[in-house]
Structure formats: structure tokens, C-alpha cells
């Protein structure tokens, strides 16, 4: 279930896995970290079957060709092993029952990012995988459904696992207000954002809290809302999105991207941590000017440009540090739930599961494993990698 990479400057890996006796895989959505390494499973074998959502694989299609584009001197795979894991797919829908070697694996919506589900993997005991996972409704989603009976063990992603997350109502009338605030002082707002799901959110964002003023988007974004388009099914109210996209000025051209940051607007564009893409030429366009913005509104990994900007005020600007002269703010808009969200998901599981936590630093894994203790009285750890757990 799931295998990613960590998108770095140097790709890291998880720990190896012998293909051998593989019987399937599966994914849970389309984020490099879920599913990075999963060609890596294709390169000596071309017949394992791997399940998801057909929307996770357009997507994955989409994401793993440009890690590939962007790092394949790092990548122990090529677009070959890609194009075979593409050919093995068997796509599942929401609430399916399939069955694979013995096991019964059921796929349930998990509000992360379109297409993204939870795994409920049954054969003498049931467990339960959340894959990355929300409990909030969002512009673009609808929040988990938890609906998964008794389980033996949970594997519940700790992300923030010890930590809240502000109103979202609050953070999106702060964005607006900002962004308003930006193009009617005569500037131009940057939102960096990730070009699935987070992109476009934040338009609905804005056009839906009455944002007047005029909207650019740019990237592999664009790409992306072509795909969303053909999977009404999977969003929260797709004509709403359509609408939105319909509203907001697509770039396309070098032409267009350097006639656009002349005007007072606000431009989306990827990549979300400023570390490649058109949002690294758009940050060098509105860093100097004190009447410009730049809108953090997703999460910057250790070690990226969004990280230093965000921490220190600092880009590259013509290959130099420099000080950022446009005013910064950060606006958490997670897709993953907090530590309120991840304890409800663990109250409507019933029995009483093993939980293990997983995909958070360790501090926060291990935090998150003793709050659950503490407050529901289940058996909870953070496993260690290699780590053989029997439940």
C-alpha cells in the first residue's frame, strides 16, 4: 500500500522491497510520496497488478513524468518502467469490494486530494490504512468518509498530528482580505501553489468570498484542471470549479506570463515550495517591490526556497541571496486533518485497534501515538522503518 519518494534535490527512497512474491499494489493518491517509487516495483517485473482511483492514476501519470523530467539522473527507474506499472492498472471506485489473493480491499474517499482514498484490507484481520486524509470539507472536496466497522489495526497518518489548524472560514477571509489589499494598492499578489487540488482551491477561494479583481493561473495547474474536468465525480461541486476556472486567466506563453505581472492581479502558480516552475520567474518579478505580496499557502519542506523565504525573507534573486521587499504572509489551508480530525477518525473506527502513526517527523509520530493513548486508551506506537508489526 503506497510507495513514494521525497522529492529533493537528491530523491530519497523508502526501504527496498522484494518484488518476488508481489501480489498487487496499491495507491492511495497521486502525491510523489505516495507513489514515486511505485514504477521502481515495474523495472525486473511487468504483471503486478496496481489499484486506485482512475482519477490517482491520470494523476500519477501526470506527477511521475515530470519528477522524471526534473529528476531522472536521481531516479532508479525510467519512463519504460513507468509505461508498465501504467499498463497493469485495475481502477476501483469508491465503496468497491475487491479481492486480491485472498484479501478483500475496499477503497473509501478520503477528502485529501481528488481521487485520494483510505484502504480497508480484510482477510482474518481487518486493517485499516488512511493514506493521507481529511475531516474538513473543503471548496474543492468533500471531507473522509469514515465508514469502516471493526478493525484490528489503524495506520493513521500523523502529519499534524500534534497541532490545530486555525478556522478555515477565519483563513480564507484573511487570504481574501490580503490578496484585495495587494492588486487595489496597484501590486501583484504570487500565490505559489501546488498544481493539484491546491491551485485550484484557492481560485474557488477567492471567486467564492467575492474576490473581484482579475485572476491568473499558471503551470502544470493548468494540466491538472484538465484532468479534474473529466472526473466530475470526484469533486465537491465540479460546475462550481468550472465556473471558477472559467473566471480565471489561463497562461500559456512566456509572452503572456511577462504581460501579466504588469498588471495589478493576483497569479497562482506552482510550484508550491518556489522550488521550480513559473512561480520562481513570478517571485523574482514581485520580490522588490514593497506594493507586491506573496501568499504562502502551502506546506514548505526543510531546505526549499518557500522554507528560506518563509523563515529568513530571503530568495535568489538573479542567483543572489536577497532580501524580499514584498510583503509575506502564510495562510494554512491543509489538506491533511489536525490532531482534533485524526482522533475523530480514530472514535468512529470500532473495536479497539492497534494504531500505529505514520508520515510525520518523529517527534510528531511519536507525540501524536501518546496523545492517542491518552485520550482513547488504545495500543499506539510509531513504528521505526524495517519494523515487523503482529497484531
Not at 227 to 232: E, V
Request: proline share 5%; with cysteine.
Amino acid at each position: 500500500m503506497d510507495y513514494g519518494a521525497m522529492p529533493l534535490r537528491e530523491p530519497a527512497f523508502p526501504l527496498s522491497v522484494s518484488t518476488k512474491d508481489l501480489s498487487a499494489v496499491l495507491l492511495t493518491h497521486a502525491h510523489l510520496d505516495h507513489t514515486g517509487a511505485a514504477p521502481l516495483l515495474y523495472v525486473r517485473r511487468g504483471q503486478v497488478p496496481v489499484y486506485a482511483t482512475p482519477l490517482t492514476f491520470e494523476l500519477t501519470d501526470l506527477l511521475v513524468r515530470d519528477f522524471l523530467k526534473i529528476s531522472g539522473f536521481y531516479l532508479p527507474y525510467e519512463f519504460l518502467d513507468l509505461n508498465t506499472m501504467l499498463q497493469n492498472t485495475k481502477e476501483v471506485s469508491y465503496g468497491e469490494k475487491i479481492r486480491i489473493d485472498g484479501f478483500e480491499a475496499t477503497f473509501n474517499e478520503a477528502g485529501h486530494i481528488p481521487g485520494s482514498a483510505t484502504i480497508l484490507l480484510c482477510r482474518e484481520k481487518r486493517i485499516l490504512y488512511t493514506g493521507d486524509i481529511n475531516t474538513t470539507p473543503t471548496r474543492l472536496l468533500n471531507p473522509c468518509v469514515a465508514d469502516w466497522g471493526d478493525v484490528d489495526l489503524v495506520i493513521i497518518e500523523a502529519t499534524y498530528g500534534t497541532s490545530e489548524h486555525p478556522p478555515r472560514a477565519e483563513v480564507e477571509r484573511r487570504l481574501v482580505q490580503f490578496a484585495e489589499e495587494i492588486v487595489e494598492g496597484g501590486g501583484v499578489l504570487l500565490i505559489p501553489a501546488f498544481s493539484v487540488a491546491r491551485a485550484q482551491e484557492i481560485a474557488m477561494v477567492l471567486r467564492q468570498n467575492n474576490f473581484k479583481h482579475h485572476i491568473a493561473m499558471d503551470g502544470m495547474a493548468l494540466q491538472v484542471n484538465q484532468i479534474l474536468g473529466r472526473y466530475p465525480g470526484f469533486l465537491r461541486d465540479a460546475q462550481a470549479l468550472e465556473r471558477t476556472l472559467s473566471s480565471v486567466e489561463m497562461i500559456t506563453s512566456w509572452s503572456q506570463r511577462r504581460r501579466v505581472v504588469q498588471r495589478p492581479c493576483v497569479i497562482i502558480s506552482p510550484a508550491g515550495m518556489l522550488a521550480g516552475g513559473a512561480a520562481v520567474f513570478y517571485n523574482e518579478e514581485v520580490a522588490l517591490s514593497e506594493k507586491n505580496g506573496v501568499a504562502l499557502v502551502s506546506f514548505q519542506a526543510p531546505g526549499t526556497p518557500g522554507r528560506t523565504l518563509m523563515e529568513k525573507g530571503l530568495l535568489l534573486y538573479r542567483g543572489r541571496p536577497t532580501k524580499l521587499r514584498a510583503r509575506l504572509e502564510r495562510f494554512n489551508l491543509s489538506s491533511h486533518a489536525d490532531s482534533r480530525g485524526l482522533l475523530e477518525v480514530l472514535k468512529k473506527v470500532r473495536g479497539e485497534p492497534r494504531v500505529l502513526t505514520v508520515h510525520a517527523e518523529e517527534e510528531v509520530a511519536v507525540g501524536f501515538a501518546e496523545k492517542i493513548k491518552e485520550s482513547l486508551g488504545l495500543e499506539a506506537s510509531a513504528p521505526y522503518a524495517g519494523e515487523r508489526i503482529t497484531v
